[in-house]
């Protein structure tokens, strides 16, 4: 398991990763996480700054919440697709939002509370996708 | 049974009493004086009966009198008059040597008197003080009446008495002295216009009496129809009256059952409500806990954990436990037994309510703004309060949602006038459609479709504020939605 898990962050760490989550501690305790995995992790408090950071600098992940003001995180996700049809996109919500939907717009989505084992599977699709 | 409806039934009751003793007393009035009414008429029918067998013995003895007496023969039961002895031609014989007397007015009245009796036993007698014939002596009665018509100077008295256990009337008129009486009685100072005496008749009462308690019993027996036929009526009205106070209260049962029912659906929508917000409230705590663990098992995992950085996990974990037990205190406040009023500012009961419902609002983008001048507190059920606050924000929550208003807003207003303390929401929604705004208040009244809505949110809200509030809550559109205003009475 051990090894796994040096090995995933080995595979993933040079990837740019983008965050949006509008609850400050959520926000706090998943970019810790994040920073565990990836060198470079930005992360804004609403859909509108995440898509604003997303056009100044290449992306290759997004994670998003979807219930946020100002712009939510399915809008946000379907203008980052149009900007770029290859992003790989996750999203972590707590709301009742209906699964096809984030399915649309998505490639991977998890119902809060995330464990561990969630994100070690988004890990792993991550190196699936950019054939890491 | 309900106090109103008791208080109801008490009251018919009593009408019901007083109208039956009021009728009662009526007829037994009514009845009393048709039997006053037939006993005088007895008493006038026999002193009538009296005074004809009076007047009929008058003309008769006026009749002989006409003819200055009459001849007949001499018999025992007819002897010649010895008080008219000084008469020269008192005893005749004809040409055919038959023989007659002479009987005067006075003579042939007391033989009618004697021998005939009247109708019902009627009989009279002639008398005097002042006597000729002594078998004429009056008697005890008749010398009471005699002195009467003397002092008096009437002429005529009766009396009921009773002799023997029968009743009769005695009845007497005094006999005024005329010419033809001085025939016999000049030699003892009669003079014309005098009242020497007069006639006394008796007639028993038996017939009358008899004939009274025969009206006396058809007039009860009709009385005491008449009486039974008004009872039942009284007593058939009262029965359906109470029927229909007894048919009212199972309505008003009816009724607050049926709007218990609604409360309590109310009350299930709203902790259904309630559920999600808290559920919703919940999830984000719970995942930030989540993930703080997953930090820590990724340290574990990547080999680089240490100690300040656990300490700052754990710290991080018990300060989202703290909110998770703050939601449940505002959960369980919610769903506090309501059963006591309290004296509370409407205010904070707004707040309590924002407590719970504000981080729906804010997820959705919804500002709220609060405008409170409110300093008197008012003794009211303050949960029940807050579930209208809930009912109202919630449902300016779901409109400015479905009309995808931009910069939506809800602006509470708690003021208070003299005798009130006024809340209004406001939002921005668009407002009510107007033919629709009139029945937003109905019970199962609902634009949301069947899944989403009760139609019972607001016809709660109302029932709430009318009833236990004892205020008022009105709806009307503004320029750019709706304002609901809701008003408290002070006392």
Known sequence: ?132 | MQELFYIKLQELNQYYIKIIILVSAIILMLLSWSIYNEYEHKKISALEHAKNTFEKDMMFREWVASHGGVYVPPTDRTPPNPYLSHIPNRDLITTTGKKLTLMNPAYTLKQLMTEYKGMYGAKGRITSLNLLNPKNKANEWEVKALQIFEKKKQLEFHEFLKKDNKEYIYYMHALVTEESCLKCHLHQGYKVGDIRGGVSIVIPMEKYNRDFYNTIKDIFLIYIVVYLIVVFGIRYTHKILKLSILEQEKLYVENQKKEEIMLAQSRNAAMGEMISMIAHQWRQPISVIAMWANNITADVDMETLNKEDCKKYADNIVAQTKHLSQTIDDFRNFFRPDKSKETILIKDVMEDCLSVIEKSLQNNNILIERNYENFIEVNIYSRELMQVFINIIKNAKEALIDNKIKNAKITIKIYEDDYSVISEIRDNALGIKPEVIGKIFDPYFTTKGVKSGTGLGLYMSKTIVEKHLNGTIEVKNIDDGVSFVITIPKK
Request: with cysteine.
């Open chain 1, 1 to 132: 398991m051990n090894q796994e898990i040096k090995e995933l962050k080995e595979k993933v760490k040079d990837l740019h990763i983008l965050y949006s989550e509008d609850e400050e501690e959520m926000r706090i305790g998943t970019e810790l996480f994040l920073n565990k995995f990836f060198t470079s992790v930005d992360s804004a408090c609403d859909g509108q700054e995440g898509l604003d950071k997303f056009k100044e600098k290449e992306y290759q992940v997004v994670f998003t919440d979807i219930m946020m003001p100002n712009m939510d995180g399915l809008k946000m996700l379907k203008n980052i697709k149009e900007i770029n049809e290859n992003i790989f996109t996750v999203t972590l919500t707590a709301s009742e939002v209906r699964e096809d939907k984030i399915i649309e717009s998505s490639n991977l989505y998890f119902r809060k509370p995330i464990t561990y084992e969630n994100m070690i599977t988004i890990m792993r699709e991550i190196v699936n996708k950019f054939h890491l």
